[in-house]
């Protein structure tokens, strides 16, 4: 049974600064990886997402990279600002039209 | 191009009643998924729908039960409601590009059964 962690679950940090945030899953086969940020009681919006055969995207100020064979994911975040305060979650596909297995998510707060 | 949207986006319930929630998907997406968010167990896979038939089916008791129709609006039912079903409902829609099988959630409906 595939399962995702998150490390950490949460982190606080001061405008400016640059972040990692880490996602673990348990069987390397998967699909695609996707990266999604959710606001408090609100739906998920899509950041980025890496195909199994891909090692990482980027968009803006955000890089995803992927190590299938060592069940990693990380998401890194440029010069965080507080409009960055979020959830971010991390989710893998099980296969080809295959559901979606959540991490816990890592809540991040960037202070001004 | 409008996203996914999911109604209603509030519901209170009491106990023991049943809930309709509905999903429209992007326009020429035609899976839907549904998935339940609590604080205690995160984001779970309730079921998937594609072409008016279920695909994929989680973990959940059959009194949650889902349709699509020919327009790939989709709904969800729970039956005979506990307090453990309070939660955010998110549905999201899927569209393929030769491999990449890209999902788009919408804002969820957010129920409470009391």
């Known amino acids: 049974k595939q399962e995702v962690t998150q490390i950490p679950a949460a982190l606080s940090v001061p405008e400016g600064e640059n972040l990692v945030l880490n996602c673990s899953f348990t069987?390397?086969?998967?699909?695609?990886l996707q990266w999604f940020r959710q606001d408090p009681g609100k739906g998920l919006t899509s950041l980025l997402l890496?195909?199994?055969?891909?090692r990482e995207q980027t968009s803006g100020r955000l890089n995803a990279s992927l190590d299938k064979s060592s069940g990693r994911s990380t998401l890194y975040i440029a010069a965080s600002q507080p409009g960055d305060s979020a959830t971010y979650l991390c989710?893998?596909?099980?296969?080809?039209?295959?559901?979606?297995?959540f991490g816990p998510g890592t809540r991040l707060s960037v202070l001004p | 191009k409008a996203g996914v949207t999911q109604t209603p986006r509030y519901l209170i319930k009491t106990r023991g009643q049943q809930v309709t929630l509905s999903c429209s998907p992007i326009?020429?997406?035609?899976?839907v998924s549904w998935y339940q968010q609590t604080p205690g167990q995160g984001l779970q896979f309730l079921f998937e729908?594609?072409?008016?038939?279920?695909?994929n089916k989680g973990n959940f008791p059959g009194r949650f039960s889902g349709r699509q129709f020919s327009n790939s609006r989709s709904e969800m039912n729970v039956s005979t409601l506990e307090l453990g079903d309070s939660a955010l409902y998110l549905c999201?829609?899927?569209?393929?590009?030769?491999?990449?099988?890209?999902?788009?959630f919408g804002q969820g409906t957010r129920l409470t059964v009391v």
């Open positions: 999201a829609s899927s569209t393929v590009r030769g491999p990449i099988t890209e999902a788009f």
């Open positions: 069987d390397s086969a998967i699909y695609n």
């Open positions: 890496i195909q199994s055969s891909q």
């Open positions: 989710a893998v596909q099980l296969g080809y039209g295959q559901n979606f297995v």
């Open positions: 326009s020429g997406h035609r899976s």
């Open positions: 729908y594609f072409s008016e038939t279920q695909r």
